[in-house]
């Protein structure tokens, strides 16, 4: 009799596998009543890196743009106050910012100018093995290194490169060295000069403007147009009417990229260019060569002000849906 009862006693696995379920129905139970525990414990990680890894060194900046550095000792000065500031908004420096704008503007005109017609192309006609080559045109550069693509370009834009040779086998020297001499465009070569700078800004930029214009053409409704068509809209005024104002969300989001990449970018104009500075050289020569972050931190602040106005405007025009 002790011996059966011995045996109908659970053993210590069994209790174990019990002990599990029970604390799993729990657990399962209080989670169902509890459905905000659930949403916060599932974001905490996330939110904690972005607070810790993103928002933490962006507010530090934020912070230490108003510090100074002591004119004497050259020591940074960790009092709060608007000095920083005063020195940012020189006219030298108003027309760094004034030069890197008004770059990342006319950048992305360019970029949509030309990636609208490939976009429109590839939406709306390309089929099979073309569209397939031609996605894979736009995506190839984006799978090689940047630096290398930079470099490439200094390579082909320098005096012995491919496009002078182009300029001499064509006879368009005299082209090439009237552009080279106007005053705003020109240089001493196409590798160091603003024009060059534009056309690799332009070439590095490009397939983020060309993937946001396409999608929002994929999604643009072939019958519309037959419509438009039917009812006798000639093809300007259906495009003017129907497809751009479809289209403009994505024409809006590809520019958040151009723009924001160029507004921000270094190595460019550190690489192609001439001695003119644009906020990102800056930026890095302050924190780099002269020590003085502060002022770094402020010219820093400019862009993300910068690009928080657009974004804002950028939103009102539904251009975050086409993304």
């Not at 004034?98 to 609208?116: H, K, N, P």
């Not at 006879?171 to 001493?188: C, E, N």
């Not at 520019?255 to 550190?270: A, H, K, M």
């Given at each position: 009799?002790?011996?059966?009862?011995?045996?109908?006693?659970?053993?210590?696995?069994q209790?174990?596998?019990?002990?599990?379920d029970?604390?799993?129905?729990?657990?399962?139970?209080?989670?169902?009543?509890?459905?905000?525990?659930?949403?916060?414990?599932?974001?905490?990680?996330?939110?904690?890196?972005?607070?810790?890894?993103?928002?933490?060194?962006?507010?530090?900046?934020?912070?230490?743009?108003?510090?100074?550095?002591?004119?004497y000792?050259?020591?940074?000065?960790?009092?709060l106050?608007?000095?920083t500031?005063a020195?940012?908004?020189?006219?030298?420096?108003?027309?760094?910012?004034?030069?890197t704008?008004?770059?990342?503007?006319t950048?992305?005109?360019?970029?949509?100018?030309i990636?609208?017609?490939?976009?429109?192309?590839?939406?709306?006609?390309?089929?099979g093995?073309?569209?397939?080559?031609?996605?894979?045109?736009?995506?190839?550069?984006?799978?090689?290194?940047?630096?290398?693509?930079?470099?490439?370009?200094?390579?082909?834009?320098a005096?012995e490169?491919?496009?002078?040779?182009?300029?001499?086998?064509l006879?368009?020297?005299?082209?090439?060295?009237?552009?080279?001499?106007?005053?705003v465009?020109?240089?001493?070569?196409?590798?160091?000069?603003?024009?060059?700078?534009?056309i690799v800004?332009?070439?590095?930029?490009?397939?983020?403007?060309?993937?946001?214009?396409?999608?929002?053409?994929?999604?643009?409704p072939?019958?519309?147009?037959?419509?438009?068509?039917?009812l006798?809209?000639?093809?300007?005024?259906t495009?003017?009417?129907?497809?751009?104002?479809?289209?403009?969300?994505?024409?809006?989001?590809?520019?958040?990229?151009?723009?924001?990449?160029?507004?921000?970018?270094?190595?460019?104009?550190?690489?192609i260019?001439?001695?003119s500075?644009?906020?990102?050289?800056?930026?890095?020569?302050?924190?780099?060569?002269?020590?003085?972050?502060?002022?770094?931190?402020?010219?820093?602040?400019?862009?993300?002000?910068?690009?928080?106005?657009?974004?804002?405007?950028?939103?009102r025009?539904?251009?975050?849906?086409?993304?």
């Amino acid at each position: 009799m002790a011996t059966a009862t011995k045996a109908e006693q659970p053993s210590l696995f069994q209790r174990l596998s019990r002990l599990i379920d029970s604390v799993s129905k729990g657990l399962s139970r209080f989670f169902f009543t509890h459905p905000r525990t659930v949403l916060v414990m599932l974001l905490a990680p996330p939110l904690l890196w972005l607070l810790i890894l993103y928002i933490g060194p962006l507010l530090t900046m934020a912070l230490q743009s108003f510090f100074y550095i002591d004119d004497y000792s050259g020591v940074v000065v960790k009092q709060l106050s608007l000095q920083t500031y005063a020195d940012l908004f020189t006219q030298s420096n108003m027309e760094i910012v004034g030069r890197t704008v008004l770059m990342s503007s006319t950048v992305t005109l360019a970029a949509v100018i030309i990636a609208f017609p490939l976009a429109y192309y590839m939406s709306r006609y390309a089929r099979g093995r073309i569209k397939s080559l031609l996605y894979l045109a736009v995506l190839l550069p984006l799978w090689s290194s940047y630096l290398v693509r930079v470099y490439s370009w200094k390579l082909i834009l320098a005096n012995e490169g491919v496009a002078n040779w182009f300029f001499e086998v064509l006879h368009l020297t005299g082209v090439r060295d009237w552009i080279l001499s106007q005053p705003v465009i020109g240089g001493s070569s196409l590798g160091f000069s603003y024009l060059g700078m534009f056309i690799v800004f332009v070439y590095i930029w490009l397939p983020y403007m060309i993937l946001p214009i396409n999608a929002a053409l994929e999604r643009v409704p072939s019958s519309l147009l037959d419509a438009s068509s039917d009812l006798g809209a000639k093809p300007l005024y259906t495009f003017r009417r129907i497809i751009l104002p479809l289209v403009f969300p994505g024409i809006v989001a590809g520019s958040i990229f151009t723009f924001s990449l160029t507004l921000g970018d270094y190595i460019i104009p550190t690489v192609i260019g001439n001695s003119s500075y644009f906020i990102g050289p800056v930026v890095n020569s302050l924190q780099g060569t002269s020590g003085n972050i502060p002022l770094a931190a402020a010219f820093t602040i400019v862009p993300m002000v910068i690009m928080g106005v657009y974004l804002l405007l950028a939103r009102r025009t539904g251009a975050f849906d086409a993304l």
